[in-house]
T-cell receptor, first 115, second 116 residues
């Protein structure tokens, strides 16, 4: 299957722990993203990498650190987890359409619950 | 930065009727406007998009219109069916000066319910 995939699908952990979420895409796209969807369903971009280079770095606590070992993978590491980090985290990748346009495709999401 | 407002937050229509969701954006440099459908517990899925050089685009029962002057774009779904029930998100973006990425700013979402 060609897709954007994420692991794990669910993550339940305690405050103060450190956790990682992994994302992989086999679509051949050069750009990948992390989004956070909060309990009110609001979707907000966090980071974007183009061919392993950080392009977008929104106002996110520095406890969140993305890493892109290659253009098909983008991981998100979160240190010292807080209750407010509970959300669904979506990975996405984008296909260039030419003329500066891109289509973004989302992974299935990782539901993080911090207790 | 860009700000996208989406209305209504909830919309309930009878099966077979039309549904319209409206969005406004603030950054006149935005040039790409996708719409995503998100079913419960699933990922957002791209259903249609429109570029700033186009006023209207149709794909079967869905259409999107764009008014660049008013910074306003809308999603129209005709002949609604129960499977159209979902949360719909509009978004606006500009291509970040050719850096190879696109910053999508999303609206707040509209929960559409189709009543049989």
């Amino acid at each position: 299957d060609t897709a954007v995939s994420q692991t794990p699908k669910y993550l339940v952990t305690q405050m103060g722990n450190d956790k990682s979420i992994k994302c992989e895409q086999n679509l051949g796209h050069d750009t990948m993203y992390w989004y956070k969807q909060d309990s009110k369903k609001f979707l907000k971009i966090m980071f974007s990498y183009n061919n392993k280079e950080l392009i977008i770095n929104e106002t996110v606590p520095n406890r969140f650190s993305p890493k892109s070992p290659d253009k098909a993978h983008l991981n998100l590491h979160i240190n010292s987890l807080e209750l407010g980090d509970s959300a669904v985290y979506f990975c996405a990748s984008s296909r260039a359409l030419g003329q500066g346009y891109y289509e973004q495709y989302f992974g299935p999401g990782t539901r993080l619950t911090v207790t | 930065g860009e700000n996208v407002e989406q209305h209504p937050s909830t919309l309930s229509v009878q099966e077979g009727d039309s549904a319209v969701i409206k969005c406004t954006y603030s950054d006149s440099a935005s040039n790409y406007f996708p719409w995503y459908k998100q079913e419960l517990g699933k990922r957002p899925q791209l259903i249609i998009d429109i570029r700033s050089n186009v006023g209207e685009k149709k794909d079967q029962r869905i259409a999107v219109t764009l008014n660049k002057t008013a910074k306003h774009f809308s999603l129209h779904i005709t002949e609604t069916q129960p499977e159209d029930s979902a949360v719909y998100f509009c978004a606006a973006s500009n291509p970040l000066g050719g850096q190879g990425a696109q910053k999508l700013v999303f609206g707040q979402g509209t929960r559409l319910t189709i009543n049989p």
